[in-house]
């Protein structure tokens, strides 16, 4: 029955009543689809508010009840909501027994239809309906519809600004709350946690979740309120990935996916998160890309003002974050100095490795705020623990450095590594048994070698977020601690192998004078006072003066080759080429000459005796110990360089700790400032490369 003018006008007086008193927008559409439905007798009547660019449709109020409030329908077949979005325009369907394709109204009973557009600011909102499962709906029915979807748009209208200052307010608000944290000098972490949980409460209490950006594609989890990614993950966004991350890594805008199952194969947060449906925004800092803020659900879609709510907050927290990063990278610089300058005063008072390193290890775990800290050395396939504080690591551990392990992991990647859990790799077994869940190691390059290297392990949660740059820089620091510090030892060692080589020379010395050229020179004595004691008796001296003079030559040869011992003749009169080409004259076993040296050049002394008794000493070595067929000497003369090399064919394995012969040389290297180098392959033969600074060489 179609209702009265007076009806009809108290019907849109009640619902503008409600309206003009600023109920909730759910308050005024309920009254309107009531109304409309008392109007009509009972009438099914709904409203609906489109979604995702005409894609879909969302049930907001209704009567009849086949159909709930909330729920979802996809726009598709022929049905009365797709067509209206496509014309902009009141529709009407007489019989849906006609139409072709099937909707969810024929699904429903439904006979006949009339829906007229919701258009709030100038776009298409929504749709108002009626429906009868009898007959068609009786000429101007669109009408009336539309004056009561004029009440819907303006209540919509309504509602939004009163949303938009309300937004505004708590948008403002969370920012003081995040303001004040920063006034206060709060914690780093307290401050990002700040950021996480307001930002959720902004959005409904949505899963949210704060994110640095670290570079590489990669971020680093800072803080999250509900979120299932625990703080301080550290995960890096494939090229080919579908997700928002990857989005925001492209454009730097916000991104939205609310389908993440239709991406499954190429999506980390879905693999790794299970994440449902998302939204992200990136968070600028000084025109770069600081970090970003994103929503992760269930599936859940977001609402369609999420990016502009969440970006809007992104903005207005990006100085505050910018401030507190610019505050904490100025207290670590702080710390950073004062423990180098501490690690340093050791270091200058002579302190020995062990307390150094052990001052190390306490200065990194303090800047880590007392978590563990381990400082450790590669040896070989191993490394071993050389200091630890806080840590159920003792000093002395010692674990292989080869395979999958972490330390092997650290070695081959050459930059800081963070292991959320050691599971997987070949260090699982020792971690277990020390109580270690994840670590964060960094390497330590000493010289421009990879010196070893400085973790924190953790027995529950990870590492905290930027552990990785907190040791990075202060590993940058300790590396040349630990050089002047392993220096200082080398010197130390080198001067007590140096007297300690004084001592045993001026002993050898003394025994070789007096076994043997000082007998014969006091025989030669004896000889002559007996000599001279028959000469004056008249007897024949010959015979003794034969034996004195045998006595005496001898003695001249022994002390020749004492001399020889300590200065070479060949090398006194004929410089280094003449030198080496004596060494290789009399070498036990075939040699192979390379001198690249002007014929007459002289060197310096000191370089010169030094490349003299590199290949004097490494002959000897390849005759005693290399078990060679061949040897080669290489000596190359540069404007400002020599280079020695000797190599051979023998069985290698060559250890230079071994013997005191290679030591002593490299203390004479280094006393000129010169390498020595020593590469012997197991099976591979030996090759012993020397090269030595020539301040000015003299030519003749």
Not at 620 to 631: F, I, M
Request: hydrophobic share 45%; charged share 20%.
């Amino acid at each position: 029955m179609r209702p009265g003018v007076a009806q009809s006008q108290a019907a849109l007086r009640r619902v503008t009543a409600i309206a003009a008193a600023g109920e909730p927008p759910e308050a005024v559409f309920q009254a309107v689809t009531a109304e409309i439905s008392a109007l009509l007798d009972g009438a099914l009547v709904a409203l609906t508010r489109f979604e995702g660019d005409g894609t879909d449709s969302v049930m907001v109020a209704q009567t009849g009840g086949h159909v709930h409030v909330g729920a979802r329908q996809h726009l598709a077949g022929d049905g009365i909501a797709l067509r209206l979005w496509r014309s902009g325009r009141a529709e009407r369907i007489d019989d849906y027994t006609r139409v072709s394709a099937p909707t969810m109204a024929t699904d429903l009973g439904v006979r006949a239809v009339v829906a007229v557009p919701v258009t709030v600011d100038g776009s298409l909102w929504g749709a108002l309906s009626l429906s009868s499962t009898t007959d068609p709906l009786p000429a101007g029915t669109e009408d009336q519809l539309e004056l009561f979807a004029e009440i819907v748009a303006a209540a919509v209208v309504s509602a939004a600004a009163r949303e938009s200052f309300h937004a505004l307010a708590d948008e403002q608000a969370a920012l003081l709350r995040v303001a004040a944290l920063v006034a206060q000098r709060a914690g780093e972490n307290e401050i990002f946690e700040a950021v996480a949980t307001e930002a959720a409460g902004l959005m409904h209490d949505e899963p949210t979740t704060l994110v640095r950006y670290e570079g590489g594609r990669t971020f680093t989890v800072l803080a999250h309120r509900n979120g299932r990614a625990p703080v301080g993950t550290r995960y890096t966004v494939p090229v080919d990935d579908a997700g928002t991350s990857a989005e925001v890594l492209r454009t730097l805008r916000p991104a939205r996916l609310d389908r993440y199952d239709l991406v499954a194969e190429h999506s980390y947060a879905f693999r790794n998160f299970e994440c449902g449906s998302s939204v992200t925004v990136p968070i600028m800092v000084n025109g770069r890309l600081w970090g970003a803020l994103g929503i992760l659900n269930d599936g859940r879609r977001l609402p369609a003002d999420t990016e502009q709510r969440l970006g809007k907050f992104a903005q207005l927290v990006a100085s505050a974050l910018a401030n507190v990063e610019a505050h904490a990278e100025l207290e670590r610089f702080a710390a950073r100095q004062s423990a180098l300058r501490r690690v340093a005063e050791l270091v200058a008072r002579g302190a020995d490795l062990d307390e150094v390193f052990g001052a190390v290890a306490t200065e990194g775990s303090n800047i880590l705020g007392e978590l563990a800290a381990n400082l450790f050395r590669y040896d070989g396939i191993h490394c071993t623990v050389v200091a630890s504080c806080r840590s159920s690591v003792p000093v002395g551990f010692r674990t292989r450095a080869d395979g999958d392990s972490a330390g092997a992991r650290l070695r081959r990647a050459g930059r800081p590594l963070r292991f959320s859990t050691l599971d997987g790799t070949d260090s699982a077994g020792n971690a277990g048994a020390l109580g270690i869940a994840a670590m964060v190691a960094v390497p330590i390059l000493v010289e421009g070698r990879l010196w070893g290297g400085v973790s924190t392990t953790t027995s529950g949660e990870p590492p905290p977020a930027g552990a990785e740059e907190q040791l990075t820089e202060f590993a940058e620091l300790a590396a040349a601690a630990i050089a002047n510090a392993e220096n200082k030892e080398k010197l130390r060692a080198s001067r007590a192998r140096v007297v300690a080589t004084a001592d045993e020379v001026r002993q050898r010395l003394q025994r070789d004078v007096h076994d043997g050229a000082q007998q014969r020179l006091v025989q030669t004595v004896l000889l002559l006072k007996l000599g001279l004691d028959a000469a004056g008796r008249g007897e024949d001296v010959v015979a003794l003066m034969r034996e004195a003079l045998v006595n005496a030559e001898r003695a001249t040869v022994e002390l020749r080759d004492i001399v020889h011992g300590i200065l070479p003749l060949a090398l006194a009169r004929g410089g280094l080429r003449a030198g080496i080409d004596s060494l290789v004259t009399a070498a036990a076993i075939p040699v192979d000459l390379d001198l690249a040296l002007r014929p007459l050049q002289r060197l310096p002394g000191d370089v010169e005796v030094t490349a003299y008794f590199v290949v004097a000493e490494a002959l000897t070595n390849v005759v005693k110990h290399a078990d060679a067929t061949r040897a080669r000497v290489a000596v190359i003369g540069g404007a400002d360089r020599l280079v020695v090399e000797v190599t051979d064919d023998g069985a290698g394995g060559a250890d230079p700790r071994g013997g005191s012969g290679l030591t002593g040389l490299a203390d004479r290297v280094d006393a000129l400032n010169g390498t020595m180098t020593l590469t012997s392959p197991a099976g591979g033969g030996t090759t012993v490369r020397v090269s030595l600074p020539v301040p000015g060489s003299d030519p003749a």
